[in-house]
């Protein structure tokens, strides 16, 4: 099985750009490869790999990836992407961290950027995650406020620290309009299986969930069948699911690989902490529009989603980093 199962080296405009500028256009762009775990169409890799084309559209860098990338496999191919002359390695180490940080050491002058719930490792391997508690926390608002059985359902994957903030913010953000909304909370013990969280979200319909927190691809699904209500979480499926999703936490993972990508040229990379890449006023992240929702979602509640997302801009409201397992409360 090659190395390289699917990869991005050029996009159109690059292409264009670097025939017309020679040899010295193509020196200033930068080796990234990324391994991943899952597919690429999966919801947190594909924020990712959209960051890394947009890099190689303007020419900043070419780009190669590995999917569904075995645990057992990950340190192999990291160490063959090291050894084939990359100079930016992009990837997930939540369940590789031993591994991940142990190649690091054994290719300084390589820099690693990893997904990791750890801290940073000197001197080359830097950690980021996605703190979008932020428009989590709104999208809660919102749900809290549409609920009528004041009963929510949230399927996740793993109870690891980057779920659990995201749901820990949107319970929060539900309680805040409505003290009294129950929550049912189940993990699937998988990054992708909609198969398996399609089942969960009709086990919570079932029980009286009338909006999904569709925190893994298969919620939707569920809500759509039963005519119930889901939020999205750090994508926008809403052209999908345009009379079920009504709002979205997005997170954009631009600004965290454009400063990688700075640093590693600037000879500047160095063991760091990129979440505050991910906060909304940076626009790591974001509240997706209301799109086909817009004018359906009351005009009160809007107008308190849209006050505590100014105080949130303007820094007079911070929302709680919790990364706890969150439990559920309904009976």
Excluded: C
């Amino acid at each position: 099985m090659p190395l390289i199962r699917r990869s991005t080296l050029l996009l159109g405009a690059a292409a264009v750009l670097a025939t017309l500028a020679g040899p010295a256009f193509a020196q200033a762009k930068l080796k990234v490869a990324a391994i991943y775990t899952v597919p690429v169409e999966q919801q947190w890799v594909s924020r990712i790999d959209k960051a890394m084309k947009a890099a190689v559209a303007r020419g900043e860098a070419e780009y190669v990836f590995s999917e569904n990338v075995a645990n057992a496999d990950y340190e192999r191919v990291m160490r063959q992407y090291a050894e084939g002359g990359y100079t930016l390695i992009v990837g997930e180490a939540f369940a590789v961290e031993q591994a991940a940080r142990k190649v690091a050491k054994d290719y300084p002058k390589v820099s690693f950027l990893m997904g990791s719930s750890g801290k940073p490792q000197a001197p080359n391997f830097s950690v980021f995650d996605n703190y979008i508690q932020e428009p989590s926390y709104l999208t809660g608002m919102i749900a809290g406020g549409l609920s009528k059985s004041h009963k929510i359902g949230m399927v996740g994957g793993y109870p690891i620290p980057e779920v659990n903030r995201l749901m820990n913010a949107f319970m929060a953000g539900a309680r805040e309009i409505n003290p009294k909304t129950e929550f049912m909370v189940t993990f699937i013990n998988s990054w992708f299986d909609p198969p398996k969280a399609k089942e969960a979200a009709f086990a919570m319909i079932d029980r009286g969930a009338d909006v999904m927190y569709a925190e893994r691809f298969g919620v939707s699904d569920a809500a759509k069948e039963r005519g119930k209500l889901a939020i999205g979480n750090v994508i926008n499926t809403q052209d999908k699911y345009p009379d079920t999703v009504v709002a979205s936490a997005l997170w954009n993972m631009e600004p965290t690989i454009d400063a990688a990508i700075k640093a590693v040229k600037a000879g500047k990379f160095k063991a760091e902490d990129y979440a505050h890449y991910s906060q909304m006023k940076v626009k790591g992240s974001e509240l997706a529009p209301l799109g086909t929702f817009e004018g359906k979602v009351p005009a009160d509640l809007m107008a308190k989603v849209k006050a505590r997302q100014k105080a949130i801009l303007d820094g007079t409201f911070k929302v709680k980093v919790d990364d706890g397992q969150p439990k559920g409360t309904a009976k």
